[in-house]
T-cell receptor, first 113, second 116 residues
Framework: QQPVQSPQAVILREGEDAVINCSSS?????VHWYRQKHGEAPVFLMI?????EQKGHDKISASFNEKKQQSSLYLTASQLSYSGTYFC??????????????FGKGTLLTVNP | DGGITQSPKYLFRKEGQNVTLSCEQNLNHDAMYWYRQDPGQGLRLIYY???????QKGDIAEGYSVSREKKESFPLTVTSAQKNPTAFYLC???????????????FGDGTRLSIL
């Protein structure tokens, strides 16, 4: 099952903050976050592992709530370069070492001057 | 520089024709993946391979086939059985360790396939 991302789209002015959520109905081993600019390849941002840890990358951070099977991506003081589509990918195991990443439908973030 | 190379960038397919998309990586990654991207659908997994000579079906494998004869290469064939092949196809790779729990995926620049 695809994880559910919300919101589907968000428009910000430069300097504003945003939160993107990613929820799954299955038990998760980890959550991956990627950003894709139009016509380009997705670029890795960060991985959140079980344990509720929060990771940061410049002014972009994320958390993983294991009990709720939910992850949130926080973008603070947004810059024009943050524009793009953000995807969460959830890793679910099916036994042994056979894991696969399932991506959500994405959240389109537009940062305007 | 290490990376993933997909070719061609644009591909056109005639009705009833099979076409093959190339994906080569020099990152020394064990695992490779193929995704299909349609507007508003996110990335959907077609096939993945964790080791040479082994691969598994993803969520939308029907109408596609793959091979993994070399570690560096994971070509995808879109067969005539795939009735709606128009999409953006992305290849990715990662280290295999710990079932890929903490291994990021690195993506190629994609191939855009259209029907003539």
């Amino acid at each position: 099952q695809q994880p559910v991302q919300s919101p589907q789209a968000v428009i910000l002015r430069e300097g504003e903050d945003a939160v993107i959520n990613c929820s799954s109905s299955k038990a998760l081993y980890s959550v991956h976050w990627y950003r894709q600019k139009h016509g380009e390849a997705p670029v890795f941002l960060m991985i959140l592992l079980k344990g509720g840890e929060q990771k940061g990358h410049d002014k972009i951070s994320a958390s993983f709530n294991e009990k709720k099977q939910q992850s949130s991506l926080y973008l603070t003081a947004s810059q024009l370069s943050y524009s793009g589509t953000y995807f969460c990918g959830t890793l679910v195991g099916s036994g042994g070492s056979n894991y696969k990443l399932t991506f959500g439908k994405g959240t389109l973030l537009t940062v305007n001057p | 520089d290490g990376g993933i190379t997909q070719s061609p960038k644009y591909l056109f397919r005639k009705e009833g024709q099979n076409v093959t998309l190339s994906c080569e990586q020099n990152l020394n990654h064990d695992a490779m993946y193929w995704y299909r991207q349609d507007p508003g659908q996110g990335l959907r997994l077609i096939y993945y391979s964790q080791i040479v000579n082994d691969f598994q079906k993803g969520d939308i494998a029907e109408g596609y086939s793959v091979s993994r004869e070399k570690k560096e290469s994971f070509p995808l064939t879109v067969t005539s059985a795939q009735k709606n092949p128009t999409a953006f196809y992305l290849c990715a790779s990662s280290h295999r360790g710990q079932g890929q729990i903490n291994q990021p995926q690195h993506f190629g620049d994609g191939t855009r396939l259209s029907i003539l």
